[in-house]
């Protein structure tokens, strides 16, 4: 048996056993496993000492993306940049820290045929912005404006921005109505907080609203009724995992259909035709 799990607090509501069992099943992986395991940040270096050579890897969730990089032998890039993994391939004897959340939203972005994008704008500063951050940069974009409420949280910001080799640009959350002047507008804030946020959008302009539950939130909802793009966090949950299960399993392919039916399958009132 060849095993991996994801781990976080609380994690009972993870799907990612759902996308990537899915994936084993078609790929014809009969003897590998993918579980679920409730774990905070003083418990993870414990918990990844006890493993032995039948675990491929760990994905991560809250809270552990940040410990995460103190408890690999090395990491990628983009995990150095953004200060933040969410995935721990275990692989002889060592353990590599990734990051797939930011190479994620460009694969989400590639498959409605955006590949690129010149203005960006993020909702929010917290530990998703990271990600949307060094997604901006594989973008090419020459320009990043973050909303926040926090002043406290950009700050914060502006090292991963450093690193990436990104200029940013920071504004108050009473400008967030002029997100929608960007080619693409990531919103990484908790739900709730954009529900009366009701930007004049561009004609070409892409909202990635990284939530999906419940779903549409009232700024999708409204973006769609004015012929907006619109990707919700089902997308990027998906291609997440999928660059997660290449690295698990080191199979080139993954079979994204079956993983993308599966997860669309688990979750209440939403098929796989709805991203298509």
């Excluded at 032998?73 to 004897?93: F, H, K, S, W």
């Excluded at 989400?108 to 045929?113: K, N, Q, T, V």
């Excluded at 990104?166 to 990531?186: F, N, P, S």
Aim: aromatic share 6%.
């Amino acid at each position: 048996m060849t095993r991996a799990a994801v781990l976080g607090k609380p994690i009972e509501h993870s799907l990612s056993p759902v996308i990537h069992n899915a994936g084993y099943t078609a790929a014809g992986l009969r003897e590998w496993t993918y579980t679920r395991h409730e774990c905070d940040e003083p418990a993870l270096a414990r918990f990844v000492d006890s493993l032995d050579e039948t675990w491929a890897g760990l994905s991560l969730t809250m809270p552990l993306k940040e410990v995460a990089l103190a408890v690999a032998d090395e990491a990628t890039p983009v995990a150095e940049a953004i200060g933040a993994a969410n995935t721990l391939v275990l692989r002889g004897g060592r353990r590599l820290a990734d990051n797939t959340d930011a190479p994620g939203i460009v694969d989400a972005l590639a498959e409605i045929g955006m590949k690129e994008a010149g203005e960006v704008a993020v909702l929010g500063a917290g530990g998703s912005a990271r990600a949307a951050l060094a997604a901006a940069t594989q973008l090419g974009a020459s320009s990043v404006t973050v909303y926040a409420r926090r002043r406290v949280a950009v700050a914060e910001l502006e090292p991963v921005a450093s690193r990436l080799g990104l200029r940013l640009r920071t504004a108050g959350w009473d400008e967030a109505g002029a997100c929608g002047r960007a080619d693409l507008v990531i919103s990484t804030v908790p739900k709730g907080v954009t529900d009366d946020l009701r930007p004049i959008w561009g004609a070409e302009t892409v909202l990635f609203d990284i939530l999906y539950d419940p779903w549409p939130t009232p700024l999708a909802a409204a973006a769609e009724r004015e012929g907006v793009r619109v990707l919700d966090g089902l997308a990027l949950l998906l291609a997440q995992a999928v660059r997660q299960w290449t690295q698990f399993t080191g199979v080139d392919r993954a079979p994204v259909a079956a993983m993308r039916e599966a997860l669309y399958a688990a979750v209440p009132s939403r098929s796989a035709s709805e991203e298509q």
